[in-house]
């Protein structure tokens, strides 16, 4: 009988390859955030949204750097089979990476902050602008921008603004933190949520949580939309597990966040059929009742005019917006909008098609919206990542990618 010991199983090809990206980029990222706790730091807002008058080109370049090693990441994770705790463990760290940081890049944690107190100090957030309470503490940190603009976001997260803005008290750095802690929670719950839908769970949980530009504006910067894309995966992924109903609850969380979920679920109802669509209609139904109840009761029925507010400021323009580019090459503005809204028209219809045949490809909605919308801004990339992510749609992926890297400077003191 021999004892030769057998021979170690040899590694996957790729393992090492993916762990040694992940690592690089919380490294890279983390060097990166770092560079927020320099005084006069450019990277942290200041004075109603103006930062220190400097650039942070190191930061371009190692947030760059970064995603390069996130794109390393992906491609060493695209065989079947790679181990989801490990990739989670990544997807924390990554996340923990900006959270140590400073506030960055944006003061829209602090116009939470703002509306939050206004509800808990007699006003009403969709009646009363924040230059009505100027001895409020979020009124000289927030977007000097916004101070004239009544709440456009949903009533699920205005009322969820109200406790954060208890809890932060007059303290803007509690508040901002708030903020950046609730953004890394639901980027991360999105990665997972989506990594429970899609057949290669760990390349689809790396895909967002793994992406050091979300990372920078949801653990960095606090912004709702993390909020958005863990609601969006958690419809998904019970919808996978054919609980219909808890998913329409998710969808109607997903909509009175924030209004742009709605296009992704007329695509998605319309793929549903009639069986599933009722059970699911009834979780939506129950849960929208539940919220807009409680908003009204709070609000009055002054939160359903969000959308006037919302429309107004989506007539504004982004200098990174597809019309706007178009534009900048000459082409006048009512040529380039209308450019945009042909190409979306054309899209929806294609779409619309799909969904009816029972494919609703809500990523390739998701990124339809982002290249034809004259307001586009970076950290709308998180929702479309959870929805490519846990559609594995290959096109959608690729689309999310090159928003990314196109997006990568935005917001960024050059």
Known sequence: MSTTAAPLAAPRPGVHAAWIAGGLTVALLAAACALAWRSGSPLVPREGGRGADAAAPLFLALLAGAFAAYLAG???????????????????????????????????????????????????PYLDQPDAYPASPAYGFMGADWRETTSVYGPAFTLATEPLALAAGGS????????????????????????????????????VGWNPLLAVHAAGGGHNDAWVAAALAAALALAASRREAAAGGAWAVAVLLKWVPLVFLVL????????????????????????????????????????????????????????????????????ALALAG???????????????????????????????TPYLVVWYLTWAAALAAAEEDRWARLGVLGLSAYLLPQTIPL
């Open 172 to 207: 803007a750095d509690a508040a901002a933190w708030l903020a950046k802690a609730l953004a890394a929670a639901a980027l991360t719950a999105a990665a997972l949520l989506a990594a429970r839908r899609a057949r290669r769970p760990a390349l689809a949980a790396a895909f």
């Open 268 to 335: 998605h109802v319309l793929a549903w059929r009639p069986p599933r669509r009722r059970a699911a209609a009834a979780g939506f139904a129950l849960t929208a009742a539940a919220i807009a109840g409680l908003a009204t009761w709070r609000f009055g029925r002054h939160w359903l005019g969000a959308v006037v507010p919302l429309a107004g400021n989506a007539a504004l323009e982004t200098s990174y917006a597809l019309p706007a580019r178009l534009q900048q090459l000459g082409m006048p503005r009512a040529a």
């Open 342 to 372: 042909g190409v979306l028209a054309l899209g929806a219809a294609a779409l619309l098609r799909e969904a009816i045949r029972g494919r609703a490809r809500l990523a390739r909605a998701a990124c339809l919206v982002l290249v034809t």
């Open 74 to 124: 992906l491609l060493a994770l695209r065989r079947p089979g790679r181990s989801l705790r490990g990739v989670a463990a990544v997807v924390v760290a990554v996340q923990l990476a900006p959270l140590a940081a400073p506030l960055l890049l944006s003061t829209d944690a602090w116009s939470y902050w703002a509306y939050g107190w206004i509800g808990t100090h007699g006003g009403n």
